[in-house]
């Protein structure tokens, strides 16, 4: 069976898109365990000259991303998890995925050994927490297969945890409900009214509470505050000031998006800072 070989930084070439800004990469799709790991993790840097998107794909190892500062996306199927200094995310082996993160940021990754580094089954978000982030950090400086190496990866592996929050939004798959989650994307201060929408659409305000509901598990007014919520995450990991944020996403006041904002990630504003 092939080996993945250790590695420190990325350097695999962008394929331009539409704009010189805007790079985006095409990796292979792996099966779990189709490549060997020769250590139980593998860590990686990379600073992001230009916006990078990810086209769907899969690695034969667990992956565990995350940020030192600024954001980024994993998207998995119609979800999508924002990726913070304080919010990393666990991916299992063989699971497609795509991703994004613009220009100027460090993207932080380590490739997990399917033998011996069980997480969890299912994509989730991973708390980065100072320690964790030191000995992430550490792991990199170590020559592989020493005493030291070894006990940094157990180590790691003993304090990774679940985060209490995640930044995720279900994307609903309901052709009623393609033209608000369009608007929204399009406009996040966007301010039509559930009942604006269903006169518009021609379907009760029952109708469309259902559809949200069943296909994201929150009713509209929730599943718009956490669309808002986050593309306001991503303004301030890119260094926007939070009044400005706020007022991007539709909120008059700082305390009435602090209040919203607290309510879908259970922390305060300033602690996304880029």
Known sequence: MPTIKPFRTRTDPDRATGSARVAERRLPRYEAGQLEMPVRILGSQEEMDRETYWAEHSHPTHELLWRDAGVGTVTIGSRTWTITAPLGMWIPAGIPHSGWTPAGVVVCAAQFSVDNSHVSDTPTTIAITPLLRLLLDRLQTLEAHTDSYSLTEAMILDVMSPAAHELLLHRPNNPLLDPIVAAIAE??????????????????????????????????????????????????GLGHAIEDAAFDVGYASTSAFTTAFKRITGTTPGQFRA
């Open 187 to 236: 406009d996040p201060a966007d301010e039509t009214s559930l009942q604006d929408w269903a006169h518009r659409l021609g379907a009760s305000a029952r109708t469309i509470t259902r559809a949200f509901e069943a296909e994201t598990g929150l009713g509209f007014n929730r599943w718009v505050t956490t669309a808002r919520i986050q593309h306001a995450v991503s303004l301030i």
